[in-house]
């Protein structure tokens, strides 16, 4: 499958943006999305996972950020509330084939299958 992610830009400490995960194909296998995200000089990390039954998010990110999906669409979205300076990075979405995941394997990177090509987010004032 491949993937498609947009939505990012220059936002303003505090403010909001919402990214979006547009994946080729769908089928119900494939229904397992993370966004992950880099920033500069740092190692990337997961940020949130979305499944058929399950999300989760990055303690970093926890009450800002909300998952969602649009499955008619095809598309998973990131909507990031309140963002700060640290919220700066290039974020990835990736899809896991399979069986949803347990809360101590969604952060590994080697769980998914395929990667978008990354969107840039830049918190600044």
């Known amino acids: 499958v491949q993937l498609q992610a947009s939505g990012g830009g220059l936002v303003q400490p505090g403010g909001s943006l919402r990214l979006s995960c547009t994946a080729s194909e769908f089928t119900s296998s494939y229904y397992n999305i993370a966004w992950f995200r880099q920033a500069p000089g740092k190692e990337r990390e997961a940020v949130s996972y979305?499944?058929?039954?399950?999300?989760y998010y990055s303690d970093s990110v926890k009450g800002r950020f909300t998952i969602s999906r649009d499955k008619a669409k095809r598309t998973v979205y990131l909507q990031m509330n309140n963002v700060q300076p640290d919220d700066t990075a290039v974020y990835y979405c990736?899809?896991?084939?399979?069986?949803?995941?347990?809360?101590?394997?969604?952060?590994?990177?080697?769980?998914?299958?395929?990667w978008g090509q990354g969107t840039q987010v830049t918190v600044s004032s």
């Open positions: 979305i499944s058929d039954s399950r999300t």
């Open positions: 990736a899809a896991r084939r399979g069986f949803t995941l347990i809360v101590s394997a969604w952060r590994q990177e080697e769980q998914y299958d395929s």
